[in-house]
Nanobody, 120 residues
Framework: VQLQASGGGLVQAGGSLRLSCATS????????MAWFRQAPGKEREFVAA????????RYPDSVKGRFTISRDNAKNTVFLQMNSLKPEDTAVYYC??????????????WGQGTQVTVSS
């Protein structure tokens, strides 16, 4: 499975962005998918996860209520809708195909990231 994130950019605080992760490989629909982020000088942080069916999602408290993960298995794509963005959301965002939906959300495949910058 190959993963390519896109949709990042520069946005003002309070704004919104929608990230996409396009995947290749016939087994995309069998994987739970997730988004992670990493800011300069900080550890990688789990942002959101969704089961293979799209029925269940997980979020940390830092983004709960602001971010929404979804997927379209017909298009082999996973999305991250980010609303009410804050400067502390600034990071490179990565998508991943998970080995498990349970913390620490170990991944099997990791994609290239997309930069999100939120100005104050």
């Amino acid at each position: 499975v190959q993963l390519q994130a896109s949709g990042g950019g520069l946005v003002q605080a309070g704004g919104s962005l929608r990230l996409s992760c396009a995947t290749s490989g016939r087994t995309f629909s069998s994987y739970a998918m997730a988004w992670f982020r990493q800011a300069p000088g900080k550890e990688r942080e789990f942002v959101a996860a969704v089961t293979w069916s799209g029925d269940n999602t997980r979020y940390p408290d830092s983004v709960k209520g602001r971010f929404t993960i979804s997927r379209d298995n017909a298009k082999n794509t996973v999305f991250l809708q980010m609303n009410s963005l804050k400067p502390e959301d600034t990071a490179v965002y990565y998508c991943a195909a998970l080995a498990t939906m349970r913390p620490p959300y170990e991944y099997e495949y990791w994609g290239q990231g997309t930069q999100v910058t939120v100005s104050s």
